[in-house]
């Protein structure tokens, strides 16, 4: 269940994120890309860990 919580929680950083840097930087376009590319990355290797605990978690259980 904290998984899950976990994967609420970054999606809405990552929205808040996203969108701050948007209207932190309207007039450079690069700097905000930049940041947003990296924040994504961040954002899909956070998810993907979470998705091998998750498996992880399941596979131990059937091996039991």
Do not use: H, N, W
């Amino acid at each position: 269940e904290s998984i899950i919580i976990g994967i609420f929680i970054s999606i809405i950083t990552y929205a808040i994120a996203k969108d701050g840097f948007r209207i932190l930087y309207p007039q450079d376009l690069r700097i905000s890309f930049v940041l947003t590319f990296i924040l994504e990355s961040l954002f899909v290797t956070v998810i993907s860990y979470f998705i091998k605990i998750m498996i992880g978690k399941v596979f131990k259980k059937t091996v039991e």
